[in-house]
């Protein structure tokens, strides 16, 4: 599954995920529907996970440039104003549409993914998001929590990237799911 995951990106990365004659990768439906016609089922399949994976980044990156805005409010304050569209400025001061660690993870992420698995290339990705501001919305990296810099920062004294976590009772927020 992976590696259908890691083409389906390539395609995207390349343009050509809306393309029906895109390359598939043998074997990616060993144990799939043997009823039908099994090459336009490998390419009618393969378009859509491509679109499902480009649908998600994206839909990632709309509900996390929503929520931006109102970082850390309380629900009742949202209730009396709720996000009904793309807000600028509120909790990071930032214009609308801008997203967060989140959606700029994700997309090192992607990226890296879509060159294969390689957890140095991954970390090196989320170096450039840290120190750089690659894969934000605005060239700033805004919002980096402590479990995260400390995972980067152990990477970038040479750590391996596999054992940059932490593993302190404490160092299992969000940012321990990178």
Do not use: Q
């Amino acid at each position: 599954m992976l590696e259908l995951v890691l083409h389906a990106i390539s395609l995207i990365e390349a343009g050509v995920a809306g393309d029906l004659l895109a390359p598939v990768p043998y074997g990616y439906l060993k144990d799939s529907c043997f009823h039908c016609n099994f090459f336009t089922h490998v390419l009618k399949w393969n378009v859509g996970l491509s679109r499902l994976v480009l649908s998600g980044i994206m839909g990632l990156a709309v509900g996390d440039a929503l929520g931006v805005p109102v970082e850390f409010r309380e629900r009742e304050t949202l209730a009396r104003d709720p996000v009904v569209g793309m807000r600028a400025y509120g909790t990071y001061n930032k214009p609308a549409g801008t997203w967060s660690d989140d959606t700029s993870m994700t997309l090192c992420l992607m990226s890296s993914l879509a060159k294969g698995l390689d957890y140095d290339e991954i970390m090196r990705n989320f170096l450039k998001w840290y120190k750089a501001g690659e894969f934000t919305a605005d060239g700033h990296t805004f919002d980096v929590g402590t479990t995260t810099s400390a995972a980067l920062e152990r990477f970038e004294r040479g750590v391996p990237a596999l054992e940059c976590g932490g593993t302190g009772e404490y160092d299992n927020g969000n940012g321990s799911l990178m």
